[in-house]
């Protein structure tokens, strides 16, 4: 990209960030807040000085707030500007004059929220250095529905795998918010399609999404179903989901379930060699599972005497992702969930993850943890982080991820997914599961398809979620500075303007309706959206403060959390989901931009935009992760095909937020540490029951190796666990999956919200933990250097321009990471 033009610069300010000034100058173009230091006036009078200039780069669309603090020349005090990044970046701007502050205020705000048009942001007039690696990629060829759907073995000649590619929604007229290929099963025609549409909101029918390579178990996913208070029922709909759980085992062949089976297929190993402890010891929920599935009994039917083969009985399941409560109440405005009597072949999960709003408040919580990290050099406020229980919603999400990729990888079962309108928590869901459950999905390329598929293809609205155009309310003047006080930490910043929010709720009042008088139809949250009739790209897509979420950073989150954990079964690393993160908010790229396929089709972005995808793939090298095996075999242990996260080892993602590892886990490291030491001592003072002959309520581990080609062990254990809550019944001849089901549920306290009552899983506070840690202080970690000033290790404070420091960069591309590096 060549040089942009500025438009204004501002010699000599000081910029402060984790309380360290740095003098230089700022300037600022169309697009971007470029920050260069030392200043000229000093490079000028001192040559040498030039050979360490260095600039930062920050583009305007990644702000998330903007506060001037004016002060009157008498005051002595600098007026300043404190600006906070989408990236968490927080920087101070402090300049000798109150006209230049406002002056840079003014323009900075006429660049973000008074754009007023989609088609005003960067993506459209970025254009890569000519001949660079990047110029010379096409990003949106990446993604083609037919060849990933070609790779699953479904095409238009593969019929009866017991699918097919419908074209029902080729001109996005069926449903416009869904791609223009749908893949349905077989047996049911487009004319079924549209009855069945009817009856699932916004008309987001059930359509496959993942179909597994092993066991053609498939994962669907959909919109809620459209009951209402009195109880509506669609014999499409329902012949439709049907139709989802057994297009796969209807054409299965030699795969059908009641075939008898000598030994598990591979994938069924996997269970056995389940996620493991960063110290090679076992979680009890692996330990409970290795004990059913390596075990001595053989389990056999008691009505039709045949061996019971752990995966081999499917038990389908409708995943409903929202608080149990919430999916009822929302039948008194017409919406609901499914009577499950008219869909018998299915069970019903509630994974009572909580709606855009209350996660949009978890992050605010943790944004104001942080809020100081321009003028302070403190660590954040740990309370503030344990109050926001930003890694309890973590863990629930990969908790229920965890439940759907073991349905569907070891119970050899099929699900389907959906929230309200299946374009947030069910786009997580799913895209997490098939994370788990493919490791094509773990490679640099597939990581893109399964974005392109899951979360831009399927409707998930970055446009709303995101809030591309900024919002007014972003940018106040904090009229208290004119009192002449400086700016310190935990004081007012501008963000609580009641006078400016008093207006901004009257707006929203008198908003209520929309242009043309009618009332504004909301989503099942009860958030104003477009419907499918208005134009594809909408005439007014200003930002809606109440629509924005971090429903796709959690996303990133979560994935991060599965490589923190699984460090070698990833191609890509923790840098590439940063920058990834970056991007979604930059707007440098036409990749994010709008709600939806037909959107970005109407606004032609193929053709008038760059795909992000080539700036990734034209820096592998940089986003490759150096301890990557790609190699996939269930019988080696760390090696299997599918992986589980640990959901209470979920941590902090430090770097994200542009802090120490000990800053942001510090605690949390401390009391894993300790932990593990009472586990070693436990372990070490059991081991004279090794010889105990074994009780009525044990298992015995060490008898009758498996019989199929997954590698046996002596013992899984040190001891001879005494049967887990919800395995008795197994042990006496109940079904092994029934039984490592319950053990799963009654092992993992609190990694799932409290249960609905029709739902048995154990009573746990997963805050608990956050509670113990208040009353821990850790030490004061004071911030290193602002501006390249660091080691540029992983775990050091970031400099200024960067979300977090990579080992074996030197910091000078770090600062640059921002933006493009031909820019600096």
């Given at each position: 990209?060549?040089?942009?033009?500025?438009?204004?610069?501002?010699?000599?300010?000081?910029?402060?960030?984790?309380?360290?000034?740095?003098?230089?100058?700022?300037?600022?173009?169309?697009?971007?807040?470029?920050?260069?230091?030392?200043?000229?006036?000093?490079?000028?009078?001192?040559?040498?000085?030039?050979?360490?200039?260095?600039?930062?780069?920050?583009?305007?669309?990644?702000?998330?707030?903007?506060?001037?603090?004016?002060?009157?020349?008498?005051?002595?005090?600098?007026?300043?500007?404190?600006?906070?990044?989408?990236?968490?970046?927080?920087?101070?701007?402090?300049?000798?004059?109150?006209?230049?502050?406002?002056?840079?205020?003014?323009?900075?705000?006429?660049?973000?929220?008074?754009?007023?048009?989609?088609?005003?942001?960067?993506?459209?007039?970025?254009?890569?250095?000519?001949?660079?690696?990047?110029?010379?990629?096409?990003?949106?060829?990446?993604?083609?529905?037919?060849?990933?759907?070609?790779?699953?073995?479904?095409?238009?000649?593969?019929?009866?795998?017991?699918?097919?590619?419908?074209?029902?929604?080729?001109?996005?007229?069926?449903?416009?918010?869904?791609?223009?290929?749908?893949?349905?099963?077989?047996?049911?025609?487009?004319?079924?399609?549209?009855?069945?549409?009817?009856?699932?909101?916004?008309?987001?029918?059930?359509?496959?999404?993942?179909?597994?390579?092993?066991?053609?178990?498939?994962?669907?996913?959909?919109?809620?179903?459209?009951?209402?208070?009195?109880?509506?029922?669609?014999?499409?709909?329902?012949?439709?989901?049907?139709?989802c759980f057994s297009a796969s085992t209807e054409f299965a062949g030699s795969t059908s379930l009641d075939m008898p089976v000598e030994s598990p297929p591979?994938?069924?190993?996997?269970?056995?060699?389940?996620?493991?402890?960063?110290?090679?010891?076992?979680?009890?929920?692996?330990?409970?599972?290795?004990?059913?599935?390596?075990?001595?009994?053989?389990?056999?039917?008691?009505?039709?005497?045949?061996?019971?083969?752990?995966?081999?009985?499917?038990?389908?399941?409708?995943?409903?992702?929202?608080?149990?409560?919430?999916?009822?109440?929302?039948?008194?405005?017409?919406?609901?969930?499914?009577?499950?009597?008219?869909?018998?072949?299915?069970?019903?999960?509630?994974?009572?993850?909580?709606?855009?709003?209350?996660?949009?408040?978890?992050?605010?919580?943790?944004?104001?943890?942080?809020?100081?990290?321009?003028?302070?050099?403190?660590?954040?406020?740990?309370?503030?982080?344990?109050?926001?229980?930003?890694?309890?919603?973590?863990?629930?999400?990969?908790?229920?991820?965890?439940?759907?990729?073991?349905?569907?990888?070891?119970?050899?079962?099929?699900?389907?997914?959906?929230?309200?309108?299946?374009?947030?928590?069910?786009?997580?869901?799913?895209?997490?599961?098939?994370?788990?459950?493919?490791?094509?999905?773990?490679?640099?390329?597939?990581?893109?398809?399964?974005?392109?598929?899951?979360?831009?293809?399927?409707?998930?609205?970055?446009?709303?979620?995101?809030?591309?155009?900024?919002?007014?309310?972003?940018?106040?003047?904090?009229?208290d500075a004119l009192a002449g006080t400086a700016v310190k930490p935990g004081e007012n910043d501008g963000r609580a303007d009641h006078f400016e929010n008093?207006?901004?709720?009257?707006?929203?009042?008198?908003?209520?309706?929309?242009?043309?008088?009618?009332?504004?139809?909301?989503?099942?949250?009860?958030?104003?959206?477009?419907?499918?009739?208005?134009?594809?790209?909408?005439?007014?897509?200003?930002?809606?403060?109440k629509d924005i979420s971090p429903v796709f950073h959690q996303f990133l989150d979560a994935t991060y959390q599965l490589l923190r954990q699984h460090p070698?079964?990833?191609?890509?690393?923790?840098?590439?989901?940063?920058?990834?993160?970056?991007?979604?908010?930059?707007?440098?790229?036409?990749?994010?931009?709008?709600?939806?396929?037909?959107?970005?089709?109407?606004?032609?972005?193929?053709?008038?935009?760059?795909?992000?995808?080539?700036?990734?793939?034209?820096?592998?090298?940089?986003?490759?992760?150096?301890?990557?095996?790609?190699?996939?075999?269930?019988?080696?242990?760390?090696?299997?095909?599918?992986?589980?996260?640990?959901?209470?080892?979920?941590?902090?993602?430090?770097?994200?937020?542009?802090?120490?590892?000990?800053?942001?886990?510090?605690?949390?490291?401390?009391?894993?540490?300790?932990?593990?030491?009472?586990?070693?001592?436990?372990?070490?003072?059991?081991?004279?029951?090794?010889?105990?002959?074994?009780?009525?309520?044990?298992?015995?581990?060490?008898?009758?190796?498996?019989?199929?080609?997954?590698?046996?062990?002596?013992?899984?254990?040190?001891?001879?666990?005494?049967?887990?809550?919800?395995?008795?019944?197994?042990?006496?001849?109940?079904?092994?999956?029934?039984?490592?089901?319950?053990?799963?549920?009654?092992?993992?306290?609190?990694?799932?919200?409290?249960?609905?009552?029709?739902?048995?899983?154990?009573?746990?506070?997963?805050?608990?933990?956050?509670?113990?840690?208040?009353?821990?202080?850790?030490?004061?970690?004071?911030?290193?250097?602002?501006?390249?000033?660091?080691?540029?290790?992983?775990?050091?404070?970031?400099?200024?321009?960067?979300?977090?420091?990579?080992?074996?960069?030197?910091?000078?591309?770090?600062?640059?990471?921002?933006?493009?590096?031909?820019?600096?």
């Amino acid at each position: 990209m060549a040089a942009p033009h500025l438009k204004h610069t501002f010699a000599n300010i000081h910029a402060l960030r984790g309380g360290k000034p740095e003098l230089g100058d700022l300037a600022l173009s169309d697009y971007h807040l470029v920050f260069r230091f030392p200043p000229e006036s000093l490079t000028a009078a001192d040559p040498s000085l030039k050979k360490s200039v260095k600039q930062v780069w920050f583009a305007f669309h990644i702000i998330s707030q903007c506060t001037l603090r004016p002060t009157p020349p008498s005051s002595g005090v600098p007026s300043s500007i404190r600006i906070r990044f989408r990236d968490f970046t927080y920087v101070s701007f402090n300049f000798a004059g109150d006209k230049e502050a406002r002056e840079a205020f003014e323009f900075i705000k006429s660049r973000t929220c008074k754009l007023g048009s989609v088609d005003k942001l960067l993506a459209f007039s970025y254009r890569p250095p000519p001949n660079s690696p990047e110029s010379k990629i096409n990003g949106w060829d990446l993604y083609d529905v037919r060849a990933e759907f070609r790779r699953q073995g479904i095409s238009e000649k593969s019929r009866e795998l017991g699918w097919r590619i419908s074209t029902i929604n080729k001109d996005y007229s069926f449903s416009p918010t869904y791609p223009a290929l749908l893949i349905v099963p077989s047996k049911i025609s487009d004319a079924t399609l549209k009855y069945a549409a009817s009856y699932r909101s916004r008309q987001r029918i059930p359509t496959l999404t993942y179909r597994h390579p092993v066991n053609n178990c498939t994962i669907t996913r959909c919109s809620q179903p459209l009951p209402g208070i009195s109880f509506k029922r669609n014999i499409q709909d329902e012949s439709l989901v049907s139709a989802c759980f057994s297009a796969s085992t209807e054409f299965a062949g030699s795969t059908s379930l009641d075939m008898p089976v000598e030994s598990p297929p591979p994938s069924t190993a996997d269970l056995m060699i389940e996620s493991e402890n960063t110290d090679g010891s076992m979680s009890d929920i692996q330990k409970a599972e290795d004990e059913l599935t390596v075990g001595g009994t053989i389990l056999y039917d008691g009505k039709t005497g045949k061996r019971l083969i752990y995966g081999a009985q499917q038990q389908n399941l409708i995943v409903d992702a929202r608080p149990v409560i919430n999916s009822y109440a929302m039948q008194a405005i017409g919406y609901g969930t499914e009577n499950m009597e008219h869909y018998k072949f299915a069970k019903k999960e509630y994974l009572n993850i909580d709606n855009i709003h209350v996660m949009r408040e978890s992050l605010e919580k943790v944004i104001s943890a942080l809020k100081d990290a321009d003028v302070s050099p403190f660590p954040p406020n740990k309370e503030l982080l344990a109050k926001s229980k930003w890694l309890k919603h973590i863990s629930g999400i990969l908790s229920g991820s965890a439940l759907i990729a073991q349905r569907v990888g070891i119970q050899h079962s099929n699900v389907l997914i959906h929230c309200s309108d299946g374009w947030d928590r069910t786009s997580q869901l799913s895209a997490l599961s098939q994370l788990m459950l493919d490791p094509y999905y773990r490679t640099l390329e597939g990581f893109i398809v399964l974005v392109e598929k899951d979360w831009l293809s399927f409707g998930h609205m970055f446009h709303l979620r995101s809030g591309h155009l900024s919002h007014e309310d972003w940018f106040t003047v904090d009229g208290d500075a004119l009192a002449g006080t400086a700016v310190k930490p935990g004081e007012n910043d501008g963000r609580a303007d009641h006078f400016e929010n008093a207006i901004a709720g009257a707006k929203r009042f008198w908003s209520k309706k929309t242009a043309s008088g009618k009332e504004a139809v909301t989503d099942a949250d009860g958030t104003p959206i477009e419907t499918g009739v208005e134009p594809a790209v909408a005439e007014n897509m200003a930002t809606r403060p109440k629509d924005i979420s971090p429903v796709f950073h959690q996303f990133l989150d979560a994935t991060y959390q599965l490589l923190r954990q699984h460090p070698t079964r990833f191609e890509f690393n923790e840098r590439f989901l940063r920058r990834l993160y970056y991007h979604v908010y930059s707007c440098q790229y036409g990749t994010f931009l709008f709600n939806n396929e037909r959107q970005r089709h109407e606004a032609r972005l193929q053709e008038r935009t760059r795909s992000v995808w080539a700036y990734f793939l034209s820096r592998r090298s940089e986003f490759t992760n150096e301890q990557y095996d790609a190699t996939v075999d269930d019988h080696v242990r760390g090696r299997e095909r599918i992986l589980f996260p640990r959901c209470d080892d979920v941590r902090w993602w430090h770097q994200l937020f542009n802090r120490t590892d000990d800053e942001m886990n510090g605690d949390l490291n401390a009391l894993a540490a300790t932990a593990e030491r009472v586990a070693a001592y436990q372990q070490a003072s059991s081991s004279s029951e090794l010889s105990r002959p074994v009780d009525a309520g044990t298992i015995d581990v060490n008898s009758n190796p498996p019989s199929s080609g997954a590698p046996s062990r002596t013992s899984v254990s040190p001891t001879r666990s005494p049967l887990p809550p919800g395995l008795a019944a197994t042990a006496a001849g109940g079904s092994v999956l029934a039984g490592v089901e319950s053990a799963h549920e009654v092992l993992t306290p609190g990694t799932r919200s409290p249960a609905p009552p029709n739902r048995n899983v154990a009573a746990g506070d997963p805050t608990g933990t956050f509670a113990a840690l208040q009353e821990r202080i850790s030490g004061l970690s004071l911030g290193k250097a602002m501006f390249g000033g660091g080691t540029g290790g992983s775990t050091g404070r970031s400099s200024i321009g960067g979300s977090g420091s990579d080992s074996g960069r030197n910091s000078q591309n770090e600062l640059v990471e921002q933006e493009m590096k031909s820019m600096s």
